[in-house]
């Protein structure tokens, strides 16, 4: 009886050793973020280990012409894996293999280090920049999420007019009267662009300013006219002024997916008619466009 559990403790402990040197293969494709084309001669490694396709002994230097790669004998586990090429925004993406899966197979994606900052559309050979023409008429808001002026002067900070002086000869105007200001000059005014129209169905990626360490949050919301009386929060308005105000009431999360460092996709349907979306950080507003969705 003892001989026989000394032979199960030992096969117990050669199975536990054979379980924690259980290996596997970790491959894939690296290709461009806009285009989804394969990318030539990328560089992949796996974070603090030996796996690199920079070794001497990598041996699948011909298929990284295709932008191909693969690491053979890699212990089960969870690993940070990188991309990058020069002139190109890398990426990091998590994987984790185990026991009963210890493969794994997955697509890299980098981008443009030419790539500003903004929203886009995924084209067959480059992206479109979705422009930002509202950004002038727009207004720090807190509370009330995002405002838009409904015309923005062309001359800020003109000459103001003189008072006029007495007609009568002789005497002195009254003291103490200030002269009215000015009423703005409508021919001056440049009105808010009308929204750009879309789909209800949204694809475009967002390149983001800076590294981001908080999640990015995306949200669209109705466009409505409002009176800035309602939105004192909103700064950037004058007097009577009304403006365009997102409904923060209405929101509509859309989804954020991490693509590559500071680039995200951004999926998701829209409602129909006039949309504030915003893109936040730490319940920062980062950037909002102004679309109609027909």
């Not at 932008?67 to 586990?77: A, D, I, L, R, Y």
């Not at 405002?147 to 103001?160: D, E, H, I, M, V």
């Amino acid at each position: 009886m003892k001989k026989l559990l000394t032979i199960c403790a030992a096969a117990l402990v050669a199975f536990a050793m054979t379980g924690c040197e259980k290996t596997g293969t970790i491959e894939g494709e690296v290709c461009d973020a806009f285009t989804g084309k394969a990318l030539e001669m990328p560089t992949i490694w796996i974070d603090s280990t030996i796996y690199s396709t920079l070794k001497d002994k990598y041996k699948y230097k011909q298929e990284l012409r295709k932008g191909q790669f693969k690491f053979e004998k890699v212990p089960v586990g969870t690993y940070k894996v990188l991309a990058g090429r020069a002139k190109y925004i890398k990426s990091r993406n998590m994987v984790t293999t185990t026991e009963e899966n210890p493969n794994a197979k997955l697509t890299l994606y980098i981008y443009s280090d030419q790539v500003d900052p903004g929203l886009y559309i995924s084209g067959e050979d480059a992206p479109t920049k979705i422009s930002n023409q509202w950004v002038i008429w727009s207004t720090q808001c807190e509370s009330s999420v995002a405002g838009y002026r409904l015309a923005f002067p062309q001359q800020a900070g003109g000459a103001k007019v003189p008072p006029k002086a007495d007609k009568k000869k002789g005497k002195k105007a009254k003291k103490g009267k200030k002269a009215a200001a000015p009423a703005a000059d409508a021919s001056k005014m440049t009105p808010l662009p009308e929204p750009r129209v879309v789909d209800g169905k949204l694809e475009v990626f967002y390149r983001n300013a800076s590294s981001v360490t908080t999640p990015l949050i995306a949200k669209t919301y109705p466009a409505v006219i409002g009176k800035v009386a309602d939105h004192k929060d909103c700064k950037g308005f004058e007097g009577d002024e009304k403006g365009v105000f997102a409904d923060k009431n209405k929101a509509t999360d859309l989804t954020v997916t991490y693509i590559a460092e500071n680039l995200f996709k951004i999926t998701g349907n829209l409602p129909k008619g006039k949309q504030i979306i915003q893109f936040s950080q730490d319940g920062k507003t980062l950037q909002t466009y102004y679309f109609e969705v027909k």
